[in-house]
């Protein structure tokens, strides 16, 4: 079946440092993918979303890049801070439905002060 | 502009019991989906609805699972009889409707532990 994988499972970064989390994704309908952010005992957030109609969007210091031929996406948090730790999940549309997502298994993040 | 609500926050209730969870997606929203979230299996997509109708229930785990959209401004999941494994985080999460897909919001979640 169709599914998301998601890496590194944990990242630690020092304040200020860059962070970039991998997604590959293995149904070539997908066209839709959202990255969430959910901070311990909360929701899902949504930080950003890409559509396959664009190769990158940007949003402040938050950026996610998308290659459609090797079908996968990544998320880059540039400037880290420490209110950026939480789970970082990516997900994919999939094709031929597009209300239905498939998430990865998420990203824990830590940033040190 | 409220979000999404979720009821209870928290449920704690005995193998065998029937639990019923609600949802009321952001007003104006046609789209409500039920999510369940574990450690092992991470966050699954159970059934989702469009304009009240259920369109997919493929994730929906058992004959114990069912949900309903009665209107559009409230959904249930219920479980009869819940069991131990059914432990987890449910959400609700809901989207506008429009051209291609439309971002999901969601819900803070119920926290269900069946003892």
């Known amino acids: 079946g169709e599914n998301v994988e998601q890496h590194p499972s944990t990242l630690s970064v020092q304040e200020g440092d860059s962070a970039v989390i991998k997604c590959t994704y293995s149904?070539?309908?997908?066209?839709?993918f959202p990255w969430y952010k959910q901070e311990l005992g909360k929701r899902p957030q949504l930080i950003i979303d890409?559509?396959?109609?664009?190769g990158e969007k940007k949003d402040q210091r938050i950026a996610v890049t998308l290659n459609k031929t090797a079908k996968h996406f990544s998320l880059h948090i540039t400037e880290t801070q420490p209110e950026d730790s939480a789970v970082y999940f990516c997900?994919?549309?999939?094709?031929?439905?597009?209300?239905?997502?498939?998430f990865g298994k998420g990203t824990l993040l830590t940033v040190n002060p | 502009d409220a979000g999404v609500i979720q009821s209870p926050r928290h449920e704690v209730t005995e193998m065998g019991q029937e639990v019923t969870l609600r949802c009321k997606p952001i007003?104006?929203?046609?789209?409500l989906f039920w999510y369940r979230q574990t450690m092992m299996r991470g966050l699954e997509l159970l059934i989702y609805f469009n304009n009240n109708v259920p369109i997919d229930d493929s994730g929906m785990p058992e004959d114990r699972f069912s949900a309903k959209m009665p209107n559009a401004s409230f959904s249930t999941l219920k479980i009869q009889p819940s069991e131990p494994r059914d432990s987890a985080v449910y959400f609700c999460a809901s989207s506008r409707p429009g051209q291609g897909f439309q971002p999901q919001h969601f819900g803070d979640g119920t926290r269900l532990s069946i003892l």
């Open positions: 997900a994919a549309s999939l094709g031929g439905s597009n209300y239905k997502l498939t």
């Open positions: 149904d070539s309908a997908s066209n839709y």
């Open positions: 007003s104006g929203h046609d789209y």
């Open positions: 890409i559509r396959s109609n664009v």
